[in-house]
């Protein structure tokens, strides 16, 4: 059974930093993708960077290039995929949730449907 914990939220200033990790169990391709999304209150779960399972290629959607980056430790026998966040601003206020897909279609997607495992969340609030 693949389960993922997220850790690392929290509330900071515009301009702070934060890391978040997830920490995923059962999971063993090499060939999925591992992501993380955010969500705001009535709007839809949005991407936000996305990595091989190998941990080879990376991706960040446009409004977070340069400041966040994805990354994942498979080593000690246990997956581990963090997102270092950096500049935060207010609009980066949301829930993060860390995703896991078993097999991946089109390479790179921070599609929600390339993604079988979902966390439950952290709460990041940015204050100006």
């Known amino acids: 059974q693949v389960q993922l914990v997220e850790s690392g939220g929290g509330s900071v200033q515009a301009g702070g930093s934060l890391r978040l990790a997830c920490v995923v169990s059962?999971?063993?391709?090499?060939?999925?993708?591992m992501g993380w999304f955010r969500q705001v209150p009535g709007k839809e779960r949005e991407g936000v960077a996305t990595?091989?399972?190998?941990?080879?290629?990376?991706?960040?959607t446009d409004s977070v290039k340069g400041r966040f980056t994805i990354s994942l430790d498979n080593t000690k026998g246990k997956n581990t995929v963090y997102l270092q966040m950096n500049s935060l601003k207010p609009e980066d206020t949301a829930m993060y949730y860390c995703?896991?897909?078993?097999?991946?279609?089109?390479?790179?997607?921070?599609?929600?449907?390339?993604?079988?495992?979902w966390g439950q969340g952290t709460q990041v609030t940015v204050s100006s």
């Open positions: 995703a896991a897909g078993d097999r991946r279609r089109y390479g790179l997607s921070l599609e929600r449907s390339e993604y079988d495992y």
């Open positions: 059962g999971y063993t391709s090499t060939r999925g993708l």
């Open positions: 990595i091989y399972s190998s941990g080879e290629h990376s991706y960040h």
